[in-house]
Each structure stands twice: as C-alpha cells, then as structure tokens.
C-alpha cells in the first residue's frame, strides 16, 4: 500500500533567544534585530530586576531589509516598573520580517532580560 503522506512535515522552533539578556536598564537600550520570515507565531518573556526601574518597552517590526521599523500595537504601553516583575508578550502572527525590541528609560536603574521563543506551523 503506499504511503499517503509525501511530503514530510517541517516545524521549525527557535527556544530561547535573548534579546536582552540582564542589559542594564539604568540607561534606554535597543536590541539587536530579529529576523522573523519563516516563522508563523512566538512569545517574548520580559523580566526585570533592580532598584525602581521605571520605562517602556516597545516591540518594533519592519518588512524587508529596507523597511521601516513601526511600533506594534499591544493595547497598551507595555511598562517596566517596580524592583522587580515580568512580562508575556504573545504573538499569536508574524506577517513583518524583522523584530527589535527598545526599552526606553525613564528612572532607576535594573537590568533586564527578554527571551525569544519563535515557532513555524510546519507543512
């Protein structure tokens, strides 16, 4: 009987990139950029410590190499504060090419660590 399936599934999965990992946030930092084409979803875990820290984080995203980067829009400003915490960003599509994530400081001082996990559906 031949077999049914010909072509054989694919999911491709990225664990754990930093793309910050414990910078400090005594100062605004941005990260380097990631590249997010053949990927379909992923999550960015946020977490912070340090003498009250207070700014922001913006996840931004382009298409192509020559695009613009453009903050995403979550709903609400995604703040960092308090001596400690943490945040889960879901991003339930990727229809851009590039990431990059910019912290942008506003008082005290920390560092702060954002993991990466990226995952493609597979054929």
Do not use: C
Not at 7 to 35: H, M, P
Not at 39 to 65: C, H, M, R
């Amino acid at each position: 009987m031949p077999y049914k399936g010909d072509v054989l599934s694919r999911k491709n999965v990225i664990y754990g990139y930093l793309a910050f990992d414990a910078v400090s946030i005594g100062a605004s930092q941005t990260s380097s950029e990631i590249e997010v084409g053949g990927e379909d979803y992923g999550s960015i875990y946020l977490f912070w410590t340090g003498s009250s820290p207070v700014g922001t984080l913006e996840v931004q995203a382009k298409n192509g190499a020559n695009g613009t980067y453009r903050a995403l829009d979550f709903g609400s400003t995604i703040s960092i504060s308090g001596a400690s915490g943490n945040h889960d960003l879901i991003l339930n599509e990727l229809p851009f090419t590039h990431l990059k994530l910019v912290y942008t400081r506003s008082s005290g001082t920390g560092s702060l660590t954002a993991n990466v996990t990226l995952k493609s559906k597979g054929a």
